[in-house]
């Protein structure tokens, strides 16, 4: 330390260990059947770079001819016989590619939001990260809530079409209550219903909300508390979460739970006013 200390180009520095010397986060190993512009994941298809091999399955095989090969060989001198390839050794490619994102947009259209004069901020926002996600490849969905009735509806099932996410986004009426906890319950159904139609993409629920929730999903339920549970049932559900919060900046006294939500989720808490498509893009790569 002494010696540290006479040398006035050389500071200490302090090291979290237990940061450091983490295992890096496991692999996805799962083949998805489609291609996209954002990251990388093994694919069933005979496009991408070749990644690593496995054994056949039903249907026609992309034959790895070196991992074919190297089994036969092992076979062949296991037995003490001659190199031939038989059925047993035949192990097929699995390629790399970028493959695409299944978003859905769970959009605030409260009251709250529209004393504060941020309804309009707030669709202008997610109409950008629209454009930026079509373009990309991404699949987007639109959840809001009912005009008049306190609930949640499906504004727009995924589609990859802007100007049908950009129509939807404009008709989203002003909504009188927070049925928070049915919207993040709606936006599940529409991530599951999708994945098993296209195995292939990464669900991901974009909430953007001023934390408020107000409507429980019983008669004497705990608005926040289902809010939460909805949020849980998320992560459980293997879908990537992103809350923005935009709660009003002017109020001396935060009330939003934007930041619970996403720590229920196991996902990434955004404000508002540092939203941009870049950072968004970043948010979804940590959470997908």
């Known amino acids: 330390m002494e ?22 986060p496991p692999r996805d190993a799962r083949e998805r059947g489609a291609i996209g512009r ?19 399955g039903a249907g026609p095989v992309d034959v790895a001819v070196d991992a074919t090969l190297r089994a036969a060989a092992a076979r062949a001198g296991r037995s003490g016989g001659p190199l031939a390839i038989a ?3 035949v192990r097929r490619k699995v390629r790399e590619h970028r493959v695409p994102y299944e978003i859905c947009f769970v959009v605030d259209n409260s009251y709250s939001l529209q004393a504060d004069r941020l309804v309009e901020q707030v669709k202008g926002l997610v109409f950008a990260l629209l ?3 079509t373009a990309r490849g991404d699949r987007v969905g639109l959840v809001a809530f009912r005009s008049g009735v306190a609930e ?33 319950a709606a936006a599940r159904r529409v991530l599951r219903q999708e994945q098993a139609k296209r195995p292939n993409a990464r669900p991901v629920a974009v909430v ?6 107000n ?19 998320l992560r459980r559900a293997h879908v990537g979460v992103v809350v ?30 540092e939203l941009s498509p870049g950072v968004f893009a970043e948010a979804l790569d940590r959470v997908a």
Not at 208 to 213: E, F, I
Not at 217 to 233: N, Q
């Open 3 to 24: 010696l540290l200390e006479a040398v006035p180009e050389i500071h200490e520095v302090e090291v979290d260990a237990g940061e450091v010397l983490a295992p890096p």
């Open 38 to 56: 954002r990251e990388r994941s093994l694919v069933s298809l005979r496009r991408g770079k070749y990644s690593r091999h496995r054994l056949p």
């Open 87 to 89: 059925t047993e050794d």
């Open 131 to 133: 454009e930026d996600a």
């Open 152 to 184: 949640a509806t499906v504004a727009l099932r995924p589609t990859a079409s802007r100007a049908r996410a950009a129509r939807a986004l404009a008709d989203v009426p002003v909504s009188g209550r927070t049925p928070l906890a049915d919207a993040l």
């Open 208 to 213: 953007v909300t001023d934390g408020l929730p």
């Open 215 to 233: 409507v429980p999903r019983s008669p004497r339920g705990d608005a926040l508390g289902d809010a939460l549970r909805e949020a849980r049932a």
């Open 244 to 273: 923005v919060d935009a709660e009003s900046p002017g109020r001396s006294v935060r009330r939003s739970c934007a930041r619970q939500l996403a720590e229920a989720a196991g996902g990434v808490y955004l404000e508002l006013a």
